[in-house]
């Protein structure tokens, strides 16, 4: 990169500059050893530091919920809007490097105990599409992980009452087809439901689940 670039970049996030070199956009050329190295930096910081933003992002919630000055109000959704930016590049981290440690996207860097590793990671911080993928990865016991249907089916859940709208189709196919779940048509409709505003083909699952000739 040249001095000019440098310099454009200079003050850039870690999680933005290693979404940069993992799809070669902006200044940078695709890198995938320097996303890794920018993703790595975040998945390693203290885990109390990413609980910190959690709980300031619910204290101003719960602040915003009271009258207050105009400029006070301005200043606590700025600072609000910063956190949940740093909440993110966590987010972003764990899946980019679960992402490329599980080969996915022609990457040539498969290392399946470090995609896992990443992925437990990323559920044990609450995000949702961490959990619907290790869900899934424990039904189908993917990355060398053992079969274990009754944690993936809870992780899935988790993911889809916290709104993963993929977490809610998926779970709607496995209690309509009956794959590591008794098959329980009300439920597979629940679920279809819930996803159908957001994911097409569960709508039309949904509408064929209505279809009394279908069963």
Partial sequence: MSKSKRLQWRGT???ALGAAYLRG???VAKNVTKAV???ERIASRDEREF???CARMQSIRDQRTVPMPRQEAKRLDLEY???VDQKLSFELAFSALHQIYSGAEGFTYANPKLAVKYLRQGADYGFP????RLGMAYVLGLFGLPKNRVGGLRLLTEAAVHGDHRAEYLLG???ESGLAVPRNVD???YWFRRAAPYIPNAAARLEQLRDPTTG
Avoid: N
């Fill in 13 to 15: 996030s870690p999680s």
């Fill in 25 to 27: 956009r902006g200044p």
């Fill in 37 to 39: 190295y920018w993703f």
């Fill in 51 to 53: 609980r910190a933003i």
């Fill in 81 to 83: 809007l910063q956190l």
């Fill in 129 to 132: 599409s961490a959990q619907r």
């Fill in 173 to 175: 196919t496995l209690y």
């Fill in 187 to 189: 439920a597979a409709r």
